[in-house]
């Protein structure tokens, strides 16, 4: 295992937006992240009934440091369904326990394109912004929460395989129990 410089922690985090913990090696911590971030996406799409395509790691991510992992899916007919996949993602990585990590990390980093994909479901929603946001921060972290156990299983799997169907995800459902290690 290596322990990152400060220069190297600094490089990393704004690169990727991902925070290391100390004594983890920086490309397993990355792929553990990217992995529990793309379950969550994965999870919350199925719970929410709408069509999971796949979910994948990506060997090679972008140059803005975005682009670690994808979740192919249909669309939803609802705007705050699409907000809270849009949120799965940095919820999951809360819930995990990324260190240094909060909220505000939709805004960059880790949740940065997800945030900025929420951006127009959130203006369809209407009312208070902050409200909604604040609403969806919750729902999502309770959905997370009941089915950590589910989210746990295909973060495993997907750190395994690199890539899963929807319906092995779905598949994972029956594998795995509510609440994981909460």
Request: with cysteine; proline share 2%; glycine share 10%.
């Given at each position: 295992?290596?322990?990152?410089?400060?220069?190297?922690?600094?490089?990393?985090?704004?690169?990727?937006?991902?925070?290391?913990l100390?004594?983890r090696?920086?490309d397993?911590h990355?792929d553990?992240?990217?992995?529990i971030?793309?379950?969550?996406?994965?999870?919350?799409?199925?719970l929410?009934?709408?069509f999971?395509?796949?979910?994948?790691?990506?060997?090679?991510?972008?140059e803005?440091?975005n682009?670690?992992?994808?979740?192919?899916r249909g669309?939803?007919?609802?705007?705050e369904?699409?907000v809270?996949?849009?949120f799965?993602?940095?919820?999951?990585?809360l819930?995990?326990g990324?260190?240094?990590?909060?909220?505000?990390?939709?805004?960059?980093?880790t949740g940065?394109?997800?945030?900025?994909?929420?951006?127009?479901y959130?203006?369809d929603?209407g009312?208070n912004?902050?409200?909604?946001?604040r609403?969806?921060?919750?729902k999502?972290?309770r959905?997370?929460q009941e089915?950590w156990?589910?989210?746990?299983?295909?973060?495993h799997?997907?750190r395994?395989?690199?890539?899963l169907?929807?319906?092995?995800v779905?598949?994972?459902?029956?594998?795995?129990t509510?609440?994981?290690?909460?």
């Amino acid at each position: 295992m290596k322990n990152l410089s400060i220069d190297e922690t600094q490089e990393l985090v704004e690169r990727t937006g991902a925070v290391p913990l100390p004594g983890r090696d920086t490309d397993e911590h990355l792929d553990e992240y990217n992995a529990i971030h793309e379950a969550g996406h994965a999870v919350v799409t199925l719970l929410l009934g709408v069509f999971l395509d796949c979910v994948r790691l990506m060997t090679h991510p972008r140059e803005d440091g975005n682009g670690h992992g994808r979740c192919a899916r249909g669309n939803t007919k609802d705007s705050e369904d699409e907000v809270l996949i849009k949120f799965a993602g940095v919820g999951a990585e809360l819930i995990h326990g990324n260190k240094g990590m909060q909220w505000s990390w939709l805004f960059r980093g880790t949740g940065k394109s997800d945030w900025n994909g929420a951006q127009s479901y959130l203006s369809d929603i209407g009312g208070n912004r902050r409200a909604v946001v604040r609403n969806a921060k919750l729902k999502v972290t309770r959905l997370l929460q009941e089915n950590w156990g589910w989210v746990l299983a295909v973060s495993h799997r997907l750190r395994d395989k690199r890539y899963l169907s929807g319906a092995e995800v779905a598949a994972l459902a029956a594998d795995s129990t509510p609440k994981g290690r909460l």
